[in-house]
């Protein structure tokens, strides 16, 4: 994802540079991660006392702009927002074992107020639809076996000590002693996979984030929903992972989706926990979002 600011006009760019061809040719989740940035950047000009309105993928001959945020003085302050942005620098995925036990009703009730306030729903499953969630994991791992392109490109970007992109060995978390696990292994390197293992909750609450259509801006809503789900969590003192292989398979993804029986398209599989304090990926230095001049 880029950024060009111009005046109060703040516009989120695909990131050619940054792409995931083989997990990710569609670019949806590239769309969804830019429409968390854009909710980032919707609650860090509130904390600055501004407000904002937005467009997502406003020009669909220009596919790579996937949001304009337009920055303006406001007298009318949004709390919500800026109690989020302070939360900003806290949330990251936690891919550790969480207490077993569901969450309390009040935070259920407000992750799903905070997907539907974007566009989007959250929807828990039950026993039953997570086993079968476990089961097209063990699918996928399957498909990957014959897929090194993938492999490939996970090799590029997960493992070893990083500091400005891509996911660290350290954040990975422990390997699960049961498998499938409902944490997301992303080991992609020999010695990561030789992780210290643990054991993991034996009933994690899991819910799927969906939008009723699938075009790019849809794409761009559910990862502005996305954001706002955990940046409540964060503040909620809950934790998230992901578990999104099935999505990356589009019958898989249909099948998910069926699950929540709700219409609509599935964008995220996650699971929910209590924070636990653990090593975290690093963020990219926010000149490296900006366009140089020659670019501009
Ligand atoms: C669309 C999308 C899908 C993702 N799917 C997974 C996943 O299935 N499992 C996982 O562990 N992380 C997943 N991630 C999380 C990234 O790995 C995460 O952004 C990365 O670990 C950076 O860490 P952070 O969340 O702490 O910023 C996904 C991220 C995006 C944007």
Known sequence: MAVRVQGHVVDVFLDGLRTLPAEDLTGRAMRIAAGAATFNLRCAAESLGYGTWFGLAPYPEEPDLLARIVVEPT??????????????????????????????????????????????????????EIHTVLEMVLDTDLREIRDWHRRAERAHWVGGERTTEGIPSSALGPRSTSYPATVRDLAAQPLDRMRQETTFEAHPDVA??????DEPADQ?????????????????????????????????????????????????????GRSRPGPHTARLPVADFLPTKEQS
């Open 75 to 128: 007298g009318a302050r949004n709390e919500e927002l800026r109690a989020l942005a302070v939360q900003i620098p806290h949330r990251h995925t936690d891919r550790q074992p969480s207490d077993d036990g569901p969450l309390a009703e009040d935070v259920r009730v407000a992750l799903m107020h905070a997907a539907y306030a974007e566009g989007a729903e959250l929807t828990r499953l039950g026993e039953p």
């Open 208 to 213: 799927v984030l969906s939008t009723v259509y």
């Open 220 to 272: 761009v809503t559910a990862g502005v929903a996305l954001e706002r789900v955990l940046l409540t969590a964060t503040r909620m003192g809950v934790s998230a992972s992901f578990l999104n292989q099935p999505l990356e398979f589009e019958d898989l993804r249909r099948k998910v989706q069926h699950l929540t029986q709700r219409p609509g398209h599935a964008h995220m599989i996650i699971r929910f």
